[in-house]
């Protein structure tokens, strides 16, 4: 059974920074596509940043050159560090593993429970 769980959310003042974790279980997430999309009610799941299994990242318009997704294989971990938090970043963040097979066609899709970012002063 594939599990994600994140952790790190919180209240910050504008321009300060976090550190979301999301620690998997029941999946590598190196031979994943670990992701962190965001939602706030009555609005759509927007990606905010993916890593693929090799490591190329890529990231929502609205984060480029303030977040950065990482990961600790080691750890079986991703995160997602924010900086420079704007208000408009409040949400709900929630991670996703993604598996592809060899043509590249999605097999499996999981998401976490998601943790509250609130940028507030």
């Known amino acids: 059974q594939v599990q994600l769980v994140e952790s790190g959310g919180g209240l910050v003042q504008p321009g300060g920074s976090l550190r979301l974790s999301c620690a998997a279980t029941?999946?590598?997430?190196?031979?994943?596509?670990m992701g962190w999309y965001r939602q706030n009610p009555g609005k759509q799941r927007e990606l905010v940043a993916a890593?693929?299994?090799?490591?190329?990242?890529n990231y929502g318009d609205s984060v480029k050159g303030r977040f950065t997704i990482s990961r600790d294989n080691a750890k079986n971990t991703v995160y997602l560090q924010m900086n420079s938090l704007k208000v408009e970043d409040t949400a709900v963040y929630h991670c996703?593993?993604?598996?592809?097979?060899?043509?590249?066609?999605?097999?499996?899709?999981?998401w976490g429970q998601g943790t509250q970012v609130t940028v507030s002063s």
């Open positions: 996703n593993a993604k598996k592809y097979d060899n043509r590249m066609v999605m097999r499996a899709d999981y």
């Open positions: 890593i693929t299994s090799g490591g190329v990242a």
């Open positions: 029941g999946i590598i997430t190196s031979n994943a596509v």
